[in-house]
C-alpha cells in the first residue's frame, strides 16, 4: 500500500510539473491567439465595410474572446495544479473546454467564409463601390475604397470601367472625374479626369481579385490559429484528467 502511495504521489509531482510547464505555454499561446484577433480587427479592419457578411469580423472577435479567457485559464490552471484543488482542477477542465469549442467555432467559420467569399464580393462589391462611395454617410466605405485602389494598384470591382455605374460620377459631384483619383498611379487633385493606361491601373480582374486574396491569406491565418491551438489544448485536458485521477486516488 505504501509503495502504492508512494508512486501515486510520484505521478502526481510529474503531472504537477507537466501541467505547470503546459499552462505557461498555454498563456503565451492565448496572447498569440488575442493578437491574431486584435492584428485583425485593428489593422486590417479597412476592408471590413467592403464585406456584406459579418463573418470575418465574428471570427476576429471569437480569437479576441478566446485569447483572453486562455490567458486568464493558464493562470488558474497553474494556481489549481500547485493547489492541488479538485475543485479548481474541474474549473479548469471546463474551461479548457469552453475556449476548444470556441476557437473550433473561429476555425469553421474562417473555413466556410474562405469557400463562399468569391460569390460574396463578386455579388456585393460592385454595387458597394459604385452606390456607396462618396454618398453620405458612408465614409468609411469611400476610405476603404481609396485605400484598397492606392495599396493593391486596382480601380474598380472588375475592372475601371465599374465606375461608369457609380452614383458620384453621375450625379456631377465629381467634378468630370470618370474614375475616383485614388485608381490613378501618381495622386492629385483631379487625375481621375482620364482614364487612360499610362494615368490609372487597369489590372485583371480588378480590385475584386486582389480584396479575395487578401481576405483569403488572413482567413487561413486565423482558421490555423484557432484549430491549432484547439488540438494543444487537447492534451490539457487529457493532463488535467489525470492529474484529478491521481489527486482523487491519493485522497482515497
Known sequence: MGEFNEKATCGTVCLKYLLFTYNCCFWLAGLAVMAVGIWTLALKSDYISLLASGTYLATAYILVVAGAVVMVTG???CCATFKERRNLLRLYFILLLI?????????VLAYAYYQQLNTELKENLKDTMTKRYH???HEGVTNAVDQLQQEFHCCGSNNSQDWRDSEWIRSGEAGG?????SCCKTVVAG?????HASNIYKVEGGCITKLETFIQEHLRV???VGVGIACVQVFGMIFTCCLYRSLKLEHY
Do not use: T, Y
Open 75 to 77: 493562470v488558474l490552471g
Open 99 to 107: 475556449i476548444f469549442l470556441l476557437e473550433i467555432i473561429a476555425g
Open 135 to 137: 454618398q453620405p454617410g
Open 177 to 181: 472625374r470618370v474614375v475616383p483619383d
Open 191 to 195: 487625375c481621375g479626369q482620364r482614364d
Open 222 to 224: 486565423i482558421g490555423a
